[in-house]
């Protein structure tokens, strides 16, 4: 994770928009730190360097179209203002509900998909990678759920290795009965057990080549979006290790909402946040002087609409300068000139308030 000192990688994203291998780009993070924002602009500057950028929000809160400022459905939709950016928002609680037929078939699903935590959600997520995986886009970028979302995403592989084990050892137990259930239900062989095992053997056979390319550096990697606050510090060191654990590729973080400290910045409230926010940046850099650390300010307005996440882009690919650190000399001949007529207005008045 630390490497041993010298020159730290360029604070940008631009390692990312030169690595024309990459096919999956996964966002994730603490909730509300702004990922949604930082996944739509990516897909963006993705946009300018690629034929063409599938955006995908596995987020049950779905802020892309609140981003873009554009209504978004289960199905790739273009961007406004582009010829090759799409977007789609998937929803895991809702897929599954699909995948059987008849109302009882539908019971039967719900039924095994509640004896196997976690294969609802795995099987939406094969059946969504199925689909994507017949579109011919350059590159993938996951808007993801929460830390907690997106760890269960990447264990969807041993869930369903998981399921079809459980699945398997009920056949062997209890021979026909699965079969005869579906004959009760007025059901055909095609909801039989075997079509089951099958279309869960088929997921396998999906989600199995999509987790051999997540663990491919070449064509996945992960970006960790947070704040310089304590709980994200501690979210992205867990996400950070369990992305090694899973052998997926992560060398970017991305750091928003930063106070910078700007020529106005007068507010004890801003000046004690700064400190704060100083001391967790400072760990950040200890902790990751391998990674590209791409650093946001906090800004007045919020990022929505094409043009407002095409504005902001530019900070994602030249770090930002705060006011202090790019004035010129006129500009510092003028602050030192105005802070010595500060000082001489408030040496009059301690020298009025004493001779009163």
């Given at each position: 994770m630390s490497g041993g000192g010298g020159e730290l990688p360029e604070g940008t994203v631009a390692n990312l928009l030169e690595q024309e291998t990459l096919k999956w780009v996964f966002v994730g993070g603490k909730g509300g730190v702004g990922k949604t924002t930082c996944s739509s602009i990516l897909s963006i500057l993705l946009a300018r360097v690629r034929p063409s950028v599938l955006i995908i929000s596995t987020d049950p809160a779905h802020n892309l179209s609140d981003a873009f400022q554009q209504r978004f459905t289960k199905s790739p939709t273009l961007v406004n203002g582009f010829t090759n950016l799409y977007a789609m928002e998937v929803d895991p609680n809702v897929e599954h509900e699909e995948i059987g037929g008849a109302e009882g078939m539908d019971s039967l699903v719900t039924e095994l998909t509640n004896a196997i935590p976690g294969i609802d959600e795995a099987m939406s997520f094969a059946e969504m990678l199925k689909l994507v995986q017949t579109m011919d886009y350059s590159v993938i970028v996951f808007d993801t759920a929460p830390t907690g979302h997106t760890l269960r995403l990447l264990q969807f592989p041993s869930t369903l290795e998981k399921g079809?084990?459980?699945?398997?050892?009920?056949?062997?137990?209890?021979?026909?009965?699965?079969?005869?259930?579906?004959?009760?239900?007025?059901?055909?062989?095609?909801?039989?057990?075997?079509?089951?095992?099958?279309?869960?053997?088929?997921?396998?056979?999906?989600?199995?080549?999509?987790?051999?390319?997540?663990?491919?550096?070449?064509?996945?990697?992960?970006?960790?979006?947070?704040?310089?606050?304590?709980?994200?510090?501690?979210?992205?060191?867990?996400?950070?290790?369990?992305?090694?654990?899973?052998?997926?590729?992560?060398?970017?973080?991305?750091?928003?909402?930063?106070?910078f400290d700007e020529e106005?910045?007068?507010?004890?409230?801003?000046?004690?946040?700064?400190?704060?926010?100083?001391?967790?940046?400072?760990?950040?850099?200890?902790?990751?002087?391998?990674?590209?650390?791409?650093?946001?300010?906090?800004?007045?307005?919020?990022?929505?609409?094409?043009?407002?996440?095409?504005?902001?882009?530019?900070?994602?690919?030249?770090?930002?300068?705060?006011?202090?650190?790019?004035?010129?000399?006129?500009?510092?001949?003028?602050?030192?000139?105005?802070?010595?007529?500060?000082?001489?207005?408030?040496?009059?008045?301690?020298?009025?308030?004493?001779?009163?």
């Open positions: 079809l084990t459980k699945m398997m050892m009920l056949k062997n137990r209890f021979g026909g009965m699965l079969t005869q259930m579906t004959r009760l239900f007025g059901m055909g062989d095609e909801f039989g057990e075997d079509a089951l095992l099958g279309k869960l053997e088929g997921m396998k056979e999906v989600i199995e080549q999509v987790n051999k390319q997540f663990k491919d550096p070449d064509l996945t990697t992960f970006v960790c979006v947070c704040i310089p606050e304590f709980l994200s510090l501690y979210e992205t060191e867990r996400l950070v290790q369990e992305l090694t654990k899973f052998e997926i590729d992560t060398h970017n973080i991305i750091i928003n909402q930063v106070l106005d910045s007068e507010s004890k409230l801003l000046k004690a946040r700064m400190k704060m926010q100083q001391k967790y940046l400072d760990q950040f850099y200890m902790l990751y002087d391998d990674f590209h650390i791409t650093k946001l300010p906090l800004l007045p307005e919020e990022v929505t609409g094409v043009d407002s996440l095409k504005a902001f882009s530019g900070l994602f690919l030249k770090p930002y300068q705060p006011l202090t650190s790019r004035g010129n000399v006129e500009e510092l001949v003028r602050r030192i000139s105005t802070l010595r007529k500060q000082l001489k207005d408030a040496e009059d008045e301690l020298e009025r308030l004493n001779k009163g």
